[in-house]
């Protein structure tokens, strides 16, 4: 049974390029969340979505930051116009619809690093 | 606004002896917590989890106690192995409104000396 599937593992952007951040969750799992890392930080939750729809936005960036979970295919985190500020870990989860639905499990996480 | 804190930054244990950390939460509306272990370059692993109904929950070497008046819990290791030698993160989570989303602590590196 496949873990929670990132692509790629390192992302290098120049400052204004696009990034995009894929994200396959455990089979059987329909919710999926993105968190992001700074160096020497703690986890920080950005986004919670089911397919087609985001339940919790709260953690996300007011501007060029955007998630999607698509009915078929992976979960996309856009991040538009990238900074140096945007350089850091973004890890995604998943939980299952029944069950442990607490429990999220993470994948090994993008690292993205913008010159 | 830090509603969760691990505030031992690193903890070091002799191979064989008990290792334990700390985590403290500010915000009452949380009911279930979690322990993660990371290593570098690698997602966090799920440990152990508890419920705040609970005082306890005991998996193999690792114990998970909770202290609701006192918003506290720790993780217990024992017998500490060299490969437990990781950074270890508590989460929160409330079943309310603020369902799914995990608040973390800053983590805490335990390091293992055989």
């Not at chain 1, 120049?14 to 020497?40: D, F, I, N, T």
């Not at chain 1, 060029?64 to 140096?84: D, N, W, Y």
């Not at chain 2, 804190?5 to 191979?15: A, C």
Request: net charge positive; aromatic share 10%; hydrophobic share 30%.
């Amino acid at each position: 049974n496949a873990g929670v599937m990132q692509n790629p593992r390192h992302l290098v952007r120049r400052r204004g390029q696009e990034a995009r951040l894929r994200c396959s969750p455990m089979k059987g799992h329909s919710h999926v969340y993105w968190y992001r890392q700074l160096p020497e930080e703690g986890l920080k939750f950005m986004v919670y979505l089911q397919k087609e729809n985001i339940i919790d936005e709260s953690g996300m960036p007011k501007e060029r930051f955007s998630a999607e979970f698509p009915k078929e295919g992976p979960s996309i985190l856009r991040i538009q116009q990238v900074v140096r500020g945007d350089s850091a870990a973004y890890f995604c989860a998943s939980s299952p619809t029944s069950g442990r639905t607490n429990i999220q499990y993470f994948g090994a996480g993008t690292r993205l690093s913008v010159l | 606004d830090q509603q969760v804190k691990q505030n031992s930054p690193s903890l070091s244990v002799q191979e064989g002896r008990i290792s334990i950390l700390n985590c403290d939460y500010t915000n009452s509306m949380f009911d279930y917590f979690l322990w993660y272990k990371k290593y570098p370059a690698e997602g966090p692993t799920f440990l152990i989890s508890i419920s705040s109904i609970k005082d306890k929950n005991e998996d193999g070497r690792f114990t998970v106690f909770l202290n609701k008046s006192a918003k506290h819990l720790s993780l217990h290791i024992v017998p500490s192995q060299p490969g437990d030698s990781a950074v270890y993160f508590c989460a929160a989570s409330d079943g309310g409104t603020s369902y799914g989303k995990l608040t973390f602590g800053q983590g805490t590196i335990l390091t293992v000396h055989p």
